[in-house]
């Protein structure tokens, strides 16, 4: 509890830690409570006010149906946001138990397993989401799984490279002289130990999984019409994009600032736990 | 909810037609029309297939009809015209048609084309081997022969009164029947056709280059020296180079883009009303569409002027839940069926779903207001309690899952020439694509009965009766029509749209003096 504790304290203390965890904080709100504080039904045509500017009834405009965007953008958060989190969360933990256990056992185990993640790690992230759903099928929580798979050889390389500095260390050889469990060592020694690095990787990957989500969705493989999901809020309005920007800026900038606080998050996280900045 | 009425594409019909008058623009711009001069025509779907007989795509519909004749052609107002055929003729039951060729015309070979042509041509095109497109859509032909040098008579198994239309079809071209039978192979690389127009160059996904055949059998005709057809790779950078005037016509124009397009310098836009449709397919031998009142409730469920508005962008013509509208002959005029969601939740209650239904919408993703479409209908079939959910899927695999098989989709037709050939398309019951599943007896009978009428006053009344069946039967929804979209530069002169979508007359075409000189 008091590392935590300290670990805020030290984000908060540069300036791009302190804006991240802010606007990561509203963003959470948004995502916990955006759809009940939407001022209108996000899927209520208004004929009347179709590709509307901001007014005071529509304060970010409206779509060509005449939806309002702001409602729309507030209830996209969640899938949108949430979604990235989970396809993170997935990539993290799966990523981080493949580095460490191959890390740890080393040897020709080692070898094999990091010869793969290599492989996969050949193919571009988004290319590799777009296989998967091939196979899968096109829909939210299979572009949530396909982007968590993305995302595992690179975090197994980082949990790996941690490992390696570790797996050496004296508590590690005072484990094994007791006669631990592998995987009491993992879990009890090492994985204390590499989790912030593992962290700072996190946070700056969910940006990374918005972008991602959204893409897939721009290429109709993600979230169904009428879904407000950023990315296909996007596509859809690139048809009209000649009569009315707003459709495209309002979850096109949203995008942006979610992209924009976790990198922040994640820049600020990356001091605070660094020891040697904190000695 | 309400939806008030919109009336833009009026509007915009009577500002063009103001524009016009107001120019004083000469009615009878053929006779005074300038030959000469290159015409640029862009696509946004190469063709590939040279051979006329094997045309799938409207750009391969684009060369067949540039570089060869048919017997027939379809005129906008879908009847049948004289193409290489100058006149036809029937028995009384509609069994054997006689249709007398022109004596002036000449393949490119220097051959001229002969009743021996035709019969090949027919023979070649209605053989299974072949596997023509069309193969089916031309009519029940038994046989075809030769009368002398310069007639042909063709039989048909039943009645058909409408093979002179069933003739126009875009892969009816008469070919030399020399190179039918020596080298068929050979009209995939080089035509040898009696068109308007002779083959220069042709690189698919590039340009495909005719010039004027000078030969051809009418008089003065083509006014062109030359067309040059590109393609481009979608239909926005087509808009983008028709906008930027390097191409002089674009014969399909996206309704988002179109008003853009058409508002740019020198540019006119056409607006042409099409039987094109969007409709939503349900599976009626199966619940819960097997009710009628659960159909009926659905189509009460749909403003179909809003409709209009919403997914045509204003192009379009509201629909009553039958396939054919003022573009086709007989279409029987009949009021729009009203937007009424009180009395569809009554009908739904009524059919033992009072407490709404909850269905899945399925709805290809191209072209893209197939989607459109399926959001539109969810939205306003919410204040009758039903529940749609929109699942897109990419083309491929709607064809492959969902077409003809799945229980409730939105499907995509082109204008057909005739309302028996749509009607035998989708809605009878032993239709080549029957996936309303209908299978209505009466119907069936009432238009095989058209089918083989002669007498126009009675086809009027037996497809005025079809019309009214399918609007009260609802065996699909049929909500909107589009317009067919087109751009063209203010100096083409003789063009115009033709409905059907697969028709063009370039040789009709001529640039006015103003025409910059390339």
Not at chain 1, 214 to 234: C, D, H, K, R, V
Not at chain 2, 286 to 304: G, Q
Not at chain 2, 444 to 451: F, P
Request: glycine share 8%; with cysteine.
């Amino acid at each position: 509890m008091n590392s935590t504790r300290r670990t805020l304290t030290a984000l908060t203390k540069t300036p791009q830690g302190a804006i991240g965890l802010l606007l990561c904080f509203l963003l959470l709100a948004l995502t916990l409570a955006g759809p009940e504080l939407a001022p209108k039904d996000p899927e209520e045509f208004h004929f009347t006010a179709r590709f509307a500017a901001p007014s005071t009834e529509f304060l970010l405009g409206t779509d060509w149906y005449g939806r309002d965007l702001l409602s729309r953008v507030m209830a996209g958060s969640r899938s949108t946001i949430l979604l990235a989190l989970l396809a993170t969360v997935i990539g993290t933990v799966a990523g981080a138990l493949i580095g460490i256990f191959s890390g740890y056992i080393g040897g020709r185990v080692d070898d094999l397993i990091m010869r793969v993640t290599d492989a996969v790690m050949a193919i571009p992230s988004l290319l590799f989401a777009l296989l998967i759903l091939s196979v899968l099928g096109s829909s939210s929580f299979n572009a949530v799984i396909a982007i968590g798979i993305a995302f595992t050889p690179g975090m197994a390389r980082i949990a790996r490279s941690v490992t390696l500095q570790v797996r050496g260390s004296d508590y590690v050889s005072a484990a094994q002289a007791r006669g631990e469990g592998t995987s009491w060592i993992m879990f009890a020694e090492i994985l204390p130990n590499v989790i912030a690095p593992v962290i700072v990787e996190a946070t700056i990957r969910v940006a990374f999984a918005v972008m991602t989500l959204a893409t897939l969705s721009f290429l109709g493989l993600g979230a169904q019409p009428p879904s407000p999901e950023w990315g296909l809020m996007i596509a859809e309005g690139r048809a009209h994009m000649f009569r009315s920007p707003w459709p495209i800026l309002v979850p096109g900038i949203a995008i942006a600032l979610v992209a924009i606080a976790f990198n922040l998050l994640g820049d600020g996280l990356r001091d605070a736990l660094n020891p040697q900045a904190s000695s | 909810m309400s939806f008030p009425q919109f009336n833009r594409r009026q509007f915009l019909l009577s500002g063009a037609a103001l524009g016009v008058s107001a120019l004083g623009l000469p009615v009878t711009s053929a006779i005074a029309a300038t030959p000469g001069g290159t015409l640029r025509v862009g696509l946004n779907i190469t063709p590939n297939k040279l051979n006329p007989m094997l045309a799938r795509v409207n750009s391969e519909y684009m060369l067949g009809e540039m570089l060869y004749s048919g017997l027939t052609t379809l005129a906008t107002d879908m009847s049948a015209q004289p193409d290489l055929a100058i006149e036809w003729s029937s028995n009384e039951d509609a069994t054997q048609w006689r249709f007398v060729l022109r004596e002036n015309a000449q393949f490119s070979n220097g051959d001229p084309v002969t009743s021996n042509d035709v019969v090949a041509s027919f023979t070649k095109l209605l053989d299974p081997e072949t596997s023509a497109p069309g193969r089916r859509n031309l009519g029940p032909i038994k046989n075809v022969e030769a009368d002398g040098d310069f007639a042909v008579i063709f039989d048909t198994e039943t009645p058909f009164s409408d093979l002179p239309v069933g003739l126009t079809y875009p892969t009816a071209k008469i070919l030399p029947a020399s190179l039918i039978i020596e080298s068929f192979e050979g009209f995939d690389q080089t035509p040898v056709g009696s068109g308007p127009f002779r083959l220069v160059d042709f690189k698919p996904d590039q340009v495909v280059v005719v010039e004027k055949n000078p030969d051809y059998f009418l008089p003065e005709q083509p006014l062109l020296d030359r067309v040059e057809i590109r393609t481009f790779p979608d239909a926005s950078s087509a808009a983008a180079a028709m906008l930027a005037g390097e191409i002089d016509l674009l014969n399909e124009v996206q309704p988002t883009d179109f008003e853009r397009v058409a508002n740019g310098q020198g540019i006119d836009g056409l607006v042409t009303p099409s039987g094109r449709f969007l409709d939503i397919v349900m599976d009626n031998s199966k619940p819960p569409f097997n009710d009628k009142r659960v159909r009926e409730a659905l189509s009460l469920s749909i403003d179909r002027e809003a409709m209009v508005e919403l997914v045509a962008e204003g192009y379009g013509t509201p629909g009553n839940d039958s396939p054919v509208n003022g573009a086709y002959r007989y279409y029987k005029e009949s009021s729009l069926k009203s937007f009424d969601p009180d009395r569809a939740k009554a009908l739904l209650a009524e059919a033992g779903y009072p407490d709404g239904l909850e269905l899945e919408l399925v709805a290809s993703v191209k072209p893209g207001y197939r989607s459109s479409m399926a959001v539109v209908v969810r939205e306003m079939a919410k204040a009758s309690g039903f529940d749609i959910s929109v699942k897109t899927m990419d083309h491929p695999t709607y064809l492959d899952q969902v077409w003809k098989k799945g229980q409730f989709y939105v499907g995509y037709y082109n204008m057909q020439p005739t309302e028996g050939t749509i009607f035998n398309l989708l809605f009878t019951s032993d239709a080549s694509w029957n996936e309303t599943k209908w299978n209505n007896e009466a119907f069936d009978a009432l238009v095989a009965e058209a089918d083989r009428t002669t007498d126009t006053a009675k086809r009027a009344e037996l497809y005025a009766q079809a019309q009214q069946m399918m609007s009260d039967e609802v065996p699909a929804i049929v909500p909107c029509f589009f317009d067919l979209l087109g751009a063209k530069a203010s100096y083409v002169e003789g063009y115009t749209q033709h409905p059907r979508g697969a028709s063009y007359g370039f040789h009709k075409v001529s640039l006015s003096k103003s025409a910059p000189t390339r």
